[in-house]
């Protein structure tokens, strides 16, 4: 079964940083591109980040310079590095697995999340 479990969440004043991971498991992990999405409420997923499966990072233009995207595939993890927070960041924040060969912004090319970690950025 593959699983998807995100942990690292919590509440961070503005200026602050925080670590989200991903923990992946049920499929090879090293074969396929992740991401981050987060969901503000009432409004659609915005794409954060990704990683191809070999190496290539790409950033939503909001959090560049801010957020940097690694991953082990030996430990089957992808983590956010979140530095400089702002307001504007609070969200719940999901890890995504790409589904095909295209590793992109665009949610069709991928699926399997997990439940899901809050950040809160706040005074």
């Known amino acids: 079964q593959v699983q998807l479990r995100e942990f690292g969440g919590g509440s961070v004043q503005p200026g602050g940083s925080l670590t989200l991971s991903c923990a992946a498991s049920g499929y090879n992990v090293g074969a396929y591109c992740m991401a981050w999405f987060r969901q503000p409420p009432g409004k659609e997923l915005e794409w954060v980040g990704l990683v191809s499966h070999r190496g290539t990072k790409s950033y939503t233009d909001s959090v560049k310079g801010r957020f940097t995207l690694s991953r082990d595939n030996a430990k089957a993890t992808l983590d956010l590095e979140m530095n400089n927070l702002k307001p504007e960041d609070t969200d719940k924040y999901y890890c995504?697995?790409?589904?095909?060969?295209?590793?992109?912004?665009?949610?069709?090319?991928?699926?399997?999340w997990g439940q899901g970690t809050q950040v809160t950025v706040s005074a």
């Open positions: 995504w697995k790409g589904v095909d060969e295209w590793c992109t912004s665009d949610t069709r090319h991928y699926s399997d």
